[in-house]
T-cell receptor, first 113, second 116 residues
């Protein structure tokens, strides 16, 4: 089945240290991958996306993600974590089959800085 | 602010009540979505509207009834809900819907629904 997985429910990182939030995917065809962040009592907020081109994608608030086709991964990274980065992070993939177009979200990873 | 508003922010209702959730987007987008967010579960896409027409209905029980009167407004009408329907209901919009346009979605803050 086509899916996206976030293997860690929670990631703890000290302020100032680099952070990584993991995402792996399983789709047929080209993957279209997204990262969103959710702060308390708020909706999801778009961070970045990979559609095609450069495997390293830069997004909002200093975040970046690297698309790795051989490992089917799209990990979110930031060189130096801030306290304000504490939030819930969602990886998502778009599935396109038979004219339909569907976002599939992971279960989320809580980042605590 | 993302340009997507939802009202009410909190709603408590009994199983026999009828209520509606409202979503409004101020972004000029053509597609709108309802999602259900429950603890420790992936976001569940419920309905998709593109240019005011429903294009997806992902096996949602009939006690949830969407309505999209125009491209800026989306409603979710609720009746005879069950306690397991308690969740955060998120509305989102994107510029377009379709396989050639991989648009990001803009989310509202959600309505926290509790069914007693």
């Amino acid at each position: 089945a086509q899916s996206v997985a976030q293997p860690e429910d929670q990631v703890n990182v000290a302020e100032g240290n680099p952070l990584t939030v993991k995402c792996t995917y399983s789709v047929s065809g080209n993957p279209y991958l997204f990262w969103y962040v959710q702060y308390p009592n708020r909706g999801l907020q778009f961070l970045l996306k990979y559609i095609t081109g450069d495997n390293l994608v830069k997004g909002s608030y200093g975040f970046e993600a690297e698309f790795n086709k051989s490992q089917t991964s799209f990990h979110l990274k930031k060189p130096s974590a801030l306290l304000s980065d504490s939030a819930l992070y969602f990886c998502a993939v778009i599935l396109t089959t038979s004219g339909t177009y569907k976002y599939i979200f992971g279960t989320g990873t809580r980042l605590k800085v | 602010e993302t340009g997507v508003t939802q009202t009410p922010r909190h709603l408590v209702m009994g199983m026999t009540n009828k209520k509606s959730l409202k979503c409004e987007q101020h972004l000029g987008h053509n597609a709108m979505y309802w999602y259900k967010q429950s603890a420790k579960k992936p976001l569940e896409l419920m309905f998709v509207y593109s240019l005011e027409e429903r294009v997806e209905n992902n096996s949602v029980p009939s006690r949830f009834s969407p309505e999209c009167p125009n491209s800026s407004h989306l409603f979710l009408h609720l009746h005879t809900l069950q306690p397991e329907d308690s969740a955060l209901y998120l509305c989102a919009s994107s510029q377009y819907y379709g396989s050639q346009t991989y648009n990001e979605q803009f989310f509202g803050p959600g309505t926290r629904l509790t069914v007693l």
